[in-house]
């Protein structure tokens, strides 16, 4: 199990033809616990996705450490596995290639990759459909297949960037129900980005919400059932838990809105 | 010999007619696949049908052909009718000398294709991977693609002059242009978010390329590949114009000019038919290595 350390992370970008860089996150501060499942919500264009990218090491930030047990993140790795909105699939692999994709890469012997794979595929509710290319799968079943290979590799950590955002409201709970059950069995670090509400505290043992842009942490939130038995969404503390993290994003959205006006009018 | 010199590229379009028909039936069959049994049935007549008027359309100008010029409503002396030349046709395949040109027109087209492959692809991925290569040659590439291979026939020919080398180095300069534009736009086109996601597994530039950016082109450059199929045949006229003995393009010219007509359209069919089979093979080709392209 790993822990993820945010200290005072910011990330500018250089834009073209604008004379100052655009700060996308200033200071952040967080701290993932080893084994938590943390879900992070903020309004659109807040740099969730940013500060995703940070921790899998695909950029660098401008100031300020990541850290994954402690020792400062110099790049992506197979520890971390990052599971993107739109799938990412390699369309010219099956299922079970695409996740021997990440076992290629980690020099997985090839009789063990195949095995591999189909345990991960089954685990995700996918045998039988290790043959198809992914344009012959439903959106569900691509993210279950993206899941998958972000499992097979056994990272210690998965990053999610808004998984289930294209996915319908049934597909969604079936999968955000067997993402709990993988969590649990599996005890991995777990970031979730997401902009609903209602996943946010269904799935986060502790909810961080950001402010607009530039972003930073405003309040972590932490989320605690009595019991995760039966209907989850019908306790009443589920719907304070939504009615406290929706009333800290209401601003931030409305500030977030205003921005967006300005730039557009600023553009012309 | 005017004429046919401006033809040229408006033949181009023809040559990509077959194609067009057989991405549409590629996509009927996928769509099939995941129609019930007897939604499946129902197709096979649309698909007889459509290949019925496919015929149709050849034969009635083949018809046409025939019985234009019989009838007198076409001089037959410029267009005999279709049974006088494949008559010819038939002269020439008898006599030996039709595979001999066959075989020269083929040994051209097939060494500059195949040179045009070998050389083109490497230069295409590499252009389009590394940046510096592209910007540096991309001015260059804009320049002569919009120069119209013919029109340099005549620097062939005074540099490597009138033997083979300078045919063959004419079909592999006509036939690199469609490989080497389709895998730089191939290489250039991978989808980002694939290459996010093969990064954040860790890979490095070599194997981002080899697993990633090379597979993710395959498509692209195969329809490189087609197109400079078609070239090597449509460039044969052109390449055999000054200083061959035998080749198809040479036979219609002479024949041409010593106005042995009924032979020069046995030539003109050969040279088609030829185009025609080289391209449904290499159509084939194309969609056995694109199987999972659906756009
Ligand atoms: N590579 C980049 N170059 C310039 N600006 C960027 C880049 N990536 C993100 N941004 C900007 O940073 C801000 C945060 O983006 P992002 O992290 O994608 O937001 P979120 O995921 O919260 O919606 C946005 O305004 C976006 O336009
Ligand atoms: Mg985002």
Same mark, same amino acid.
């Given at each position: 199990m790993t822990e993820i350390g945010i200290r005072n992370v910011t990330k500018t970008f250089h834009v073209r033809d604008a004379a100052e860089p655009f700060t996308a996150l200033s200071g952040v501060d967080l701290d993932v616990r080893a084994g938590e499942f943390l879900a992070l919500v903020g309004p659109s264009?807040?740099?969730?996705?940013?500060?995703?990218?940070?921790?899998?090491?695909?950029?660098?930030?401008?100031?300020?450490?990541?850290?994954?047990?402690?020792?400062?993140?110099?790049?992506?790795?197979?520890?971390?596995?990052?599971?993107?909105?739109?799938?990412?699939?390699?369309?010219?692999?099956?299922?079970?290639?695409?996740?021997?994709?990440?076992?290629?890469?980690?020099?997985?012997?090839r009789r063990e990759r195949a095995a591999r794979a189909r345990e991960h595929l089954a685990l995700v509710g996918l045998n039988g459909f290790e043959d198809r290319y992914p344009h012959e799968l439903s959106g569900g079943m691509r993210q279950r297949v993206a899941i998958a290979r972000s499992l097979a590799f056994d990272p210690d950590v998965l990053l999610m960037d808004e998984p289930f955002a294209a996915l319908d409201a049934q597909t969604r709970e079936s999968l955000?129900?067997?993402?709990?059950?993988?969590?649990?069995?599996?005890?991995?670090?777990?970031?979730?980005?997401?902009?609903?509400?209602?996943?946010?505290?269904?799935?986060g043992q502790r909810v961080a919400v950001m402010t607009s842009r530039p972003g930073r942490i405003k309040e972590v939130v932490e989320v605690a059932f009595d019991s995760r038995e039966g209907d989850l969404r019908a306790d009443p503390a589920f719907g304070e838990y939504r009615h406290h993290i929706w009333t800290l994003l209401r601003d931030e959205?409305?500030?977030?809105?205003?921005?967006?006006?300005?730039?557009?009018?600023?553009?012309? | 010999m005017a004429d046919t010199r401006a033809a040229l590229p408006g033949d181009l379009h023809w040559y990509d007619l077959p194609d067009d028909e057989a991405d549409d039936?590629?996509?009927? =069959?996928?769509?099939?696949?995941?129609?019930?049994?007897?939604?499946?049935?129902?197709?096979?007549?649309?698909?007889?049908?459509r290949a019925g008027v496919n015929t149709v359309a050849v034969l009635l100008l083949?018809?046409?052909?025939?019985?234009?010029?019989?009838?007198?409503?076409?001089?037959?002396?410029?267009?005999?009718?279709?049974?006088?030349?494949?008559?010819?046709?038939?002269?020439?395949?008898?006599?030996?000398?039709?595979?001999?040109?066959?075989?020269?027109?083929?040994?051209?087209?097939?060494?500059?294709?195949?040179?045009?492959?070998?050389?083109?692809?490497?230069? =295409?991925?590499?252009?389009?991977?590394?940046?510096p290569v592209a910007?540096?040659?991309?001015?260059?590439?804009?320049?002569?693609?919009?120069?119209?291979?013919?029109?340099?026939?005549?620097?062939?020919?005074?540099?490597? =002059?009138?033997?083979?080398?300078?045919?063959?180095?004419?079909?592999?300069?006509?036939?690199?242009?469609?490989i080497l534009l389709n895998t730089i736009s191939g290489?250039?086109?991978?989808?980002?978010?694939?290459?996010?996601?093969?990064?954040?597994?860790?890979?490095?530039?070599?194997?981002?390329?080899?697993?990633?950016?090379?597979?993710?082109a395959v498509p692209a450059i195969f329809t490189g590949v087609r197109l400079a199929g078609a070239t090597s045949i449509l460039v044969l006229l052109f390449a055999e114009m000054v200083g061959a003995k035998a080749g198809l393009g040479y036979l219609i010219l002479d024949t041409q000019s010593s106005f042995r007509i009924p032979d020069m359209y046995a030539g003109i069919i050969t040279i088609s038919v030829l185009g025609l089979l080289l391209n449904l093979l290499l159509v084939a080709a194309e969609r056995r290595f694109s199987t999972w392209r659906t756009t």
């Open positions: 264009g807040c740099g969730k996705s940013t500060l995703l990218d940070l921790v899998a090491g695909l950029t660098p930030p401008t100031s300020g450490q990541i850290l994954t047990d402690g020792d400062p993140v110099t790049g992506p790795g197979l520890d971390r596995g990052v599971v993107f909105q739109q799938y990412a699939l390699f369309p010219w692999r099956t299922a079970q290639a695409n996740v021997e994709f990440g076992l290629e890469a980690k020099a997985v012997p955000q129900e067997e993402l709990v059950r993988v969590w649990q069995h599996t005890g991995k670090t777990v970031i979730f980005i997401t902009h609903g509400i209602d996943e946010a505290v269904y799935l959205v409305a500030a977030a809105q205003v921005q967006e006006r300005e730039v557009a009018i600023s553009h012309g | 039936s590629a996509d009927e =069959g996928a769509q099939d696949d995941a129609r019930p049994p007897a939604a499946r049935r129902r197709w096979l007549p649309a698909w007889l049908r083949l018809a046409a052909w025939e019985i234009l010029p019989r009838t007198g409503v076409v001089d037959p002396v410029f267009v005999p009718p279709l049974s006088d030349d494949l008559a010819a046709w038939w002269d020439l395949l008898v006599t030996g000398s039709l595979p001999e040109h066959l075989g020269a027109s083929l040994g051209r087209s097939l060494a500059g294709f195949g040179l045009a492959v070998v050389l083109a692809i490497p230069l =295409g991925l590499l252009i389009g991977w590394y940046r910007d540096l040659l991309t001015p260059l590439l804009e320049l002569f693609r919009n120069t119209s291979a013919v029109a340099l026939l005549p620097v062939f020919t005074l540099i490597l =002059g009138i033997g083979e080398p300078a045919k063959v180095s004419f079909v592999l300069y006509a036939c690199s242009w469609p290489v250039k086109t991978v989808e980002p978010l694939l290459v996010k996601s093969a990064r954040s597994m860790g890979l490095g530039p070599f194997r981002l390329f080899q697993k990633v950016i090379l597979p993710a």
